[in-house]
């Protein structure tokens, strides 16, 4: 059996260096390592808790900026329900228990911005521009509904021109890389809104 064994031993052909070889499966080996550890699901919470962190900083300053209700509080997007949550002192406000029209769209717009400042940032293979139609509808109501308060229609006018000043400063600080599109009636004669205005 040794004579046999030994024979055939001796028969094959004996392989070339394999040291090249054992070098590409450790490092093949210790990619996979690197890949199995980026895709482990501790590894991707921890990664969408810190990028829902950054995407709510830009969302409480956009709520300041606006003067949205709530804004002082620390706000967060609820991926699972698709919301923005206010948490108060008395435990977490959803977006559909926040009031008037004017925080819907304003929460709107600054998640909106907030993602998509995010994913201009980071290079992300997500559109570059968005397209919003008449933000400012939910100030101007049919005629019927109108107030006879000049102040009140005064502090609606306000609010309409932040949320655009609020989308014109977005555009600015990303120096181009990023574009909104509004249809809408509304025409200030401030001149930053005037160059805006295609």
Same mark, same amino acid.
């Given at each position: ?5 030994? =024979?055939? @031993?001796?028969? +094959?052909?004996?392989? $070339? *260096? ?7 499966? &450790?490092?093949?080996? !210790? ?45 967060? =997007?609820? @991926?699972?329900? +698709?919301?923005?949550? $206010? *948490? ?7 977006? &559909?228990?926040?009031? !008037? ?46 107030s006879e308060d000049k102040a009140e229609r005064d502090e609606e006018r306000a609010h309409v021109l932040k949320m655009f000043k609020f989308a014109y400063n977005l555009v600015q600080e990303l120096e181009g890389r990023f574009q909104i ?18």
């Amino acid at each position: 059996v040794t004579g046999r064994i030994s =024979l055939y @031993l001796e028969s +094959l052909q004996q392989l $070339a *260096d394999t040291s090249s070889l054992r070098q590409n499966i &450790n490092n093949i080996r !210790s990619k996979i390592s690197v890949l199995e550890e980026c895709t482990s699901n501790e590894h991707i919470q921890e990664n969408l808790a810190s990028i829902l962190s950054i995407i709510s900083q830009s969302l409480i300053k956009g709520a300041e900026f606006l003067d949205l209700e709530h804004s002082g509080n620390p706000l967060r =997007l609820d @991926l699972k329900r +698709l919301t923005v949550v $206010a *948490d108060g002192p008395r435990g977490p406000i959803p977006l &559909n228990k926040m009031g !008037s029209g004017h925080n819907w769209v304003g929460y709107h717009l600054a998640v909106m911005f907030a993602l998509h400042k995010w994913f201009v940032e980071q290079i992300r293979p997500v559109s570059s521009f968005i397209v919003l139609d008449q933000p400012s509808q939910v100030y101007f109501p049919e005629d019927s509904e109108w107030s006879e308060d000049k102040a009140e229609r005064d502090e609606e006018r306000a609010h309409v021109l932040k949320m655009f000043k609020f989308a014109y400063n977005l555009v600015q600080e990303l120096e181009g890389r990023f574009q909104i599109i509004v249809t809408d009636h509304v025409n200030f004669r401030d001149d930053w809104f005037q160059s805006s205005i295609v």
